[in-house]
Each structure stands twice: as C-alpha cells, then as structure tokens.
C-alpha cells in the first residue's frame, strides 16, 4: 500500500482517462481538469475506459511517484461525471484498490441478536 500521510486527500478524475498517459500527461490533467497542484502531496486517481486499470500520481515530497493497478477480474467502480470533482477518503480508497464498492462497503459479520 502507498505510504500515506494522515490529512492527504483522495481525488478521484471521474470519466475516462486514456491509460496510455504517463505521469507527466496525468499531471497535466490534474492541473488543467481537477485544477489542483500533482506536486501538492495528495493522491490523484484515474480509471481507464474499460475500468479494470487505475493508474494513480502522488508527490512524496522528495518525487513523482506513479502507481498502476489492473484487476483480473471485474472493474473498479467509479463515479459518472455527472458527480463532478469527488474526494475519498484513504479507507475508501483501500477498498476500490480492493475492488469492493467504496461507496458502501459492507461487513462481513453479522451481531447476534440480542434475547
């Protein structure tokens, strides 16, 4: 897992971004379609068109780093573009790194009822 700071934010790029993009064109979308800073040390993510890659830049401090993830099976669930800019936090990040539904994750217990 990428080491995060506490206060660090998630930004999810809603839509379709061309995975063929390195870190310098996902920067760039960064700055021109999120308008925030790729160096500012928060996590920016991207989905690709068939939704079973992410490619995600982040700014240690020290350097760029890139980060790509492709599920073998299924898709991460993503936002429309209808939702605009949307934010995440690093646990619900977790889980769409995970391909659970970040939105609404369930757990696996049930409380025994109580009588």
């Known amino acids: 897992m990428i080491p995060v700071r506490s ?4 930004w999810l790029a809603v839509g379709r971004t061309d995975m ?4 310098n064109g996902l920067a760039l979308q960064v700055q021109e379609a999120l308008q925030r800073d790729p160096h ?3 996590l920016f993510v991207f989905r690709g ?3 079973d890659l992410i ?3 982040w ?3 020290q350097g760029a780093c ?6 073998e099976r ?3 669930l993503w936002p429309s573009l209808a939702d605009g800019v949307v934010t995440i936090s690093v646990a619900q990040l977790s889980y769409l790194l995970s391909g659970i539904d970040w939105r609404m994750p369930q757990a696996t217990w049930r409380p025994q009822a109580s009588g």
Do not use: E, Q, S, Y
């Open 66 to 71: 890139l980060f790509t993830k492709r599920l």
């Open 7 to 10: 206060g660090v934010r998630v």
């Open 55 to 57: 490619k995600i830049i």
């Open 20 to 23: 063929r993009r390195g870190m």
């Open 59 to 61: 700014h240690d401090g």
């Open 49 to 51: 068109r068939r939704g």
């Open 74 to 76: 299924g898709r991460f």
């Open 40 to 42: 500012a040390g928060d």
